[in-house]
């Protein structure tokens, strides 16, 4: 691990956080200068049973709604008034299904997570001691949609598509938009539309190589989105099992969200925006479903 | 109901929105031009086992770490790299605890929702077909924080204190804010901290009453949040069930947000902000677990 | 419902146990001399995620196992023992997926329950008020395979297929067995092993019809179970809405085991033995998996 | 370990179900002479959200009913029969929680499971690959009550007693009963009955201590079964984590029984019949919620 680079230190031995910490007060008031419409957008899928991209080990995500027109247990205090009530549901979800915020502590390397914690502070009942999602906070700042599938003309990139290096700087360079450090960069691969009208199959999926991966840390990024399950493509390049996700979260602490809704900024051309993600608080937890919310 | 002042038919007879729909682009580009240091807020507090507000009725928030260290099947594929492994999480929570969203479905009234859908388009499988959350879309505009607690020059407002009309505006004028038509209203009363230290019970709690949640849909404002378990006080206001969810939900279309921590917020005297919500697409759900962002 | 022979108010007007009341202590008695092998089985199918009758709507059943190897919150107190530790599970599945029983308030018809409760005593957070499954008690008698699959020289039936009241009658006279009142029957398709071992797929699955319903009613049996997902063949008999469901456990009162794993009692030609049903008390619960335990 | 009296190897090197291999059909042929009333027993408690005993560890357990007398997408078909519908529940609960049995992978020490597998055989999402609940099988054999709390004159032990050895055969020659290698031993402490009545707290609890334990591993029982949560004493005797559990489990592969309730049979003076546990067959799970029956 000693000669690969590495942003381990950077911010402190102690921080948990990572590239996060790119996002000071100035890169947030720069990227509220962005927006030109004034639209906003919620770059998320649904969270159901069926027709979203999930993997069996996940089972399904289930929401169970409870209404209390007949149920008065369920009430802090009915009070009798006829017709009036509440619904609330349960939900019993996995963390990393449906558009989702990788945790720092998601995935390890030479049992190693993110800044050299051990890999074993993250245990199946107290969850991440380290790294957790809990450690985020609040995110905003510039985000920059790199249209890869609009910038080849299609619709969606082949199953198993690596996107490299130069397929990025193309696609910037098409678009017109120049990386700046701090960017949360959105990769679009059109492959999470397709998958839910049925027009592509769970695997393989398009997504960003070893290179690609590699140039998005010299840009010194934030964060990496995009609109498939695993940012990079499946299967992993080069058969390098979870290669993008040790180089990205583990090496230089740069979060990943994944299953992104990215068509709607696609249609309208809109590259660049303010971007904010809420990631659920969960304590412990290696990462948390978002509606990451752009403004273009 | 045909006597009361309601929003019922403003957005057209099949609208799912309320007053969400006052957020158009003009309203959010003018929020961008709201923040003044550039410090991001994350208005959420835990989800967790124990130390933050729940009801047993909502059973406790699990969340259950799976770890594929020695655990071959958690894999897509993992290739024999020794070291290598990934962790993620079950939960298990209902939707109205910890910090979150209410859908315009939560509640009902006279057996209707808002804009008069039947209150029985909600059913415990298939979730609400009318006002669920999944309908509420991106969320952004202006959030203006009204902080009670600070403005009367206390910790937290006492157990069951029922904030009134003049208590709002008296505050508003203490803090030299205008509320204007779109506002994203949060209201501070010091009761989610104060109960997470510790120093107060989980019930009674302070909120607003009858009179201030008129007031509020007088000023046409798009959310109410407040850093309590119903934004309205517990219990209600004369004993009328539900009373204020009733007139802002059903009556006028207006989101609430429950549980927000605002003690940053109020420390820093920032008072207005650009504020995003991005509430889980949960196909049919009644409400959503959120991480609202502030801008400051 | 006049005119239809029910069991309502044979056991008294307040009874939510039906036909649960034949098994007497003379009837456990007499059970207790049935077995000639002292051989002991367990009538149940595996509960997990993949390769068992499940049906999409239930979601997937979920084992998720903590260890506290590395995981001291788990424990009540370690006390530091260098290589002790334990291991637990949360559950998270249907109570009606797999082997399971059906309580008898399962199922309605004419807005009532059995024995004429108002089928909304059930209701989604409080659950069952009358007829739940915490009711059953314990459950011990004779207990009888009726395996028409083997009488029908087949190793299942055809899918689809709906076993006749001639059927029954021939398979017992075949099988030298006599029904008495009060007799826990169970009746063998095939289907179950079948599908586990991907022979037949979940739907159509043969079972019983009408006629064969009634005579089982006629006979007095306590309860009926089968190596199938509704006892009842499906689709059900002249598209009668879960005929066969109304007329045992609305209508009589005899409860339903469903999932039964059937095919070793059948390789033993063993058709009568002792059998307990230990129902799981949950609260409220219109049903719960269980493991029959038959002894031979 | 090498010196300590274990069962491993007894019933060969790759046996997962200890003890139980006891409980020969000559065994269980025996255990139907015994009943002499005919009347049955469900030995379990409750399952349901409050009033029973639970550790905050393990969540709350929950049912949740769904019912689709208003919901068709709940029905595999409706057919649109008015007046006809099913409910069903989804079950979120820990395995170990109310009336258990303990798989014989619930702990280990040595970082060794019974019989010597390694520890590591139990993983989180897999669960447990030896020793599983999935490994016991049907179970049938006499069981014996030895009633400490009737024997010692009390209602119920008091909190953290410690049943010692001679307390044990004490309380088997007051009530005239023998124990036979391969029975199944249920041992009353008064205490569940007393806690769900709020006469006592959830610890300390009491509950059998080493030397009790030593002698039902020397009486060659097949399980141990108590009305408490742990069969041992709360807290551990001399502190030993988890010491009965270690001899009884782990070394001498003895499954428990937790939770239980015995009171019924203690008012009848029933201290000898047959009994039969039907554990769910939870692929890789480390234990079962529980109803067992005894008929006396």
Chains 1, 2, 3, 4 share one sequence.
Not at 90 to 113: G, Q, R
């Amino acid at each position: 691990m000693s000669e690969k680079k590495t942003s381990w230190g950077r911010w402190g031995t102690d921080d948990e956080r990572g590239a996060l910490n790119l996002l000071t007060p100035e890169v947030v008031t720069a990227a509220l200068g962005v927006p030109t419409t004034g639209k906003a957008y919620a770059l998320s899928i649904p969270i159901q049973r069926t027709g979203v991209p999930n993997l069996p080990f996940r089972g399904v995500p289930q929401r169970l709604t409870l209404t209390n027109h007949d149920d008065e247990q369920m009430s802090i205090s009915n009070g009798g008034v006829p017709g009036v009530g509440s619904s609330e549901d349960m939900l019993v979800m996995a963390s990393h299904t449906s558009t989702h915020m990788d945790a720092l502590c998601h995935v390890y390397a030479d049992n190693k997570l993110y800044n050299g914690f051990p890999h074993d502070q993250v245990a199946p009942y107290s969850g991440a001691q380290r790294c957790g999602i809990d450690k985020v906070g609040a995110i905003a700042g510039r985000g920059v949609l790199i249209d890869v599938a609009s910038a080849l003309g299609v619709d969606v990139l082949e199953p198993g598509h690596i996107i490299s290096r130069t397929e990025l700087t193309d696609t910037l360079r098409h678009q017109g938009t120049a990386l700046e450090p701090g960017d949360l960069v959105l990769i679009r691969t059109g492959w999470v539309g397709a998958f839910m009208d049925e027009r592509v199959a769970i695997h393989p999926q398009p997504g960003i190589g070893l290179d690609a991966a590699a140039y998005l840390v010299e840009q010194d990024v934030a964060i990496v989105g995009a609109d498939n399950s695993a940012v990079e493509a499946l299967p992993f390049e080069s058969g390098v099992y979870l290669g993008c996700h040790i180089m990205l979260l583990v090496d230089n602490g740069i979060h990943l969200i994944e299953n992104m809704a990215l068509d709607e900024l696609a249609q309208d051309n809109c590259h660049e925006f303010l971007l904010t993600v809420g990631a659920l608080k969960v304590t412990g937890a290696t990462g948390s479903p978002v509606t990451p919310i752009a403004i273009g």
